[in-house]
C-alpha cells in the first residue's frame, strides 16, 4: 500500500509564498513521475505541475514561472515552491505519484491540503 502525506498548505497573502511537501511511503519499486494537482469546487482537478523520473518538469501555463517543482529521489518526495501567489491559485492542492509495487503501474493521490491566498 502506498500513501502520500501533504503539508505546507495554508492562507497567505497575494503576492507571499508557500512550499507545499508529499512524501510517499510504502512499498514503491519504480516512481514513474510526481505530480501536483489542484481542484476548486465545482471545477475539475487541474495539472498544476509534474516532473518524470530522468525527465524535464512541465507546468501550466499559469504558473510557469512563479511556481517550482522539484523532487528527493532519496526521500520519494516531492515539493512545489510557489512563490508571487494570486488569488486565484486558492484551491486543494493534491500530491499525485505513478508508480509501481508490482508489475503494473498505479496512480496514487494524497488526501489534499488547502491552499487559500487572499487580496
Known amino acids: 500500500q502506498v500513501q502520500l502525506v501533504e503539508s505546507g498548505g495554508g492562507l497567505v497573502r497575494a503576492g507571499g509564498s508557500l512550499r507545499l511537501s508529499c512524501a510517499a511511503s510504502g512499498s514503491i519499486s519504480r516512481i514513474i513521475a510526481m505530480a501536483w494537482y489542484r481542484q476548486t469546487p465545482g471545477n475539475q482537478r487541474e495539472l498544476v505541475a509534474s516532473i518524470p523520473t530522468g525527465g524535464n518538469a512541465n507546468y501550466a501555463d499559469s504558473v510557469k514561472g512563479r511556481f517550482t517543482i522539484s523532487r528527493d529521489f532519496a526521500k520519494n518526495a516531492v515539493y512545489l515552491q510557489m512563490n508571487s501567489l494570486k488569488p486565484e491559485d486558492t484551491a486543494v492542492y493534491y500530491c499525485?505519484?505513478?508508480?509501481?509495487?508490482?508489475?503494473?503501474?498505479?496512480?496514487?493521490w494524497g488526501q489534499g491540503t488547502q491552499v487559500t491566498v487572499s487580496s
Open positions: 499525485n505519484l505513478v508508480g509501481q509495487t508490482t508489475s503494473v503501474p498505479r496512480v496514487y
